[in-house]
């Protein structure tokens, strides 16, 4: 084993920190990678996140009935007064048979109708779909 071979004088004594040199230096190579796979799966999870939202998002303003929620809350005192013609009370209708949301707003403007507050009724409505539809919206960001 203490045999000295010929290519021994070849080899010498490293010089001082060359060895913590090479050490530091693969050590930050190996970050590195980690963190190019980190990356390339960080990449991949956002683009799933990304085609999952769109997939979803084309669903913000569901139209139900023929009709979506922001017809139907524009339409909405029209509907109640009895204004619209028999095609479009009949969408409107179906809409709201079918849509739970805009149900509970119909709802709550024949209620603050029968109270005399029909203005204030609409007036909250739109503020209250618009914050619904705010809502969904940032809800959809999210998943982004």
């Not at 005192?77 to 409107?92: C, F, H, P, S, W």
């Not at 739970?100 to 029909?118: N, P, S, T």
Request: hydrophobic content about 35%.
């Amino acid at each position: 084993m203490n045999e000295k071979r010929p290519d021994d004088k070849l080899w010498g004594d490293c010089p001082s920190g060359e060895m913590n040199r090479l050490v530091t230096g693969l050590r930050a190579k190996r970050r590195m990678h980690h963190l190019r796979i980190a990356a390339g799966i960080s990449t991949a999870v956002v683009l799933l996140i990304v085609a999952g939202n769109l997939a979803v998002s084309t669903h913000d303003d569901p139209v139900i009935g023929g009709i979506s929620c922001q017809k139907v809350e524009s339409l909405a005192q029209d509907y109640l007064d009895n204004k619209l013609d028999e095609e479009l009370t009949a969408r409107v209708k179906q809409h709201v048979k079918k849509c739970r949301h805009c149900r509970q707003e119909f709802q709550r403007m024949r209620d603050e109708r029968d109270q005399g507050k029909v203005a204030d009724a609409v007036e909250q409505s739109r503020d209250r779909n618009a914050a619904w539809i705010r809502e969904h919206r940032l809800i959809a960001d999210s998943m982004r």
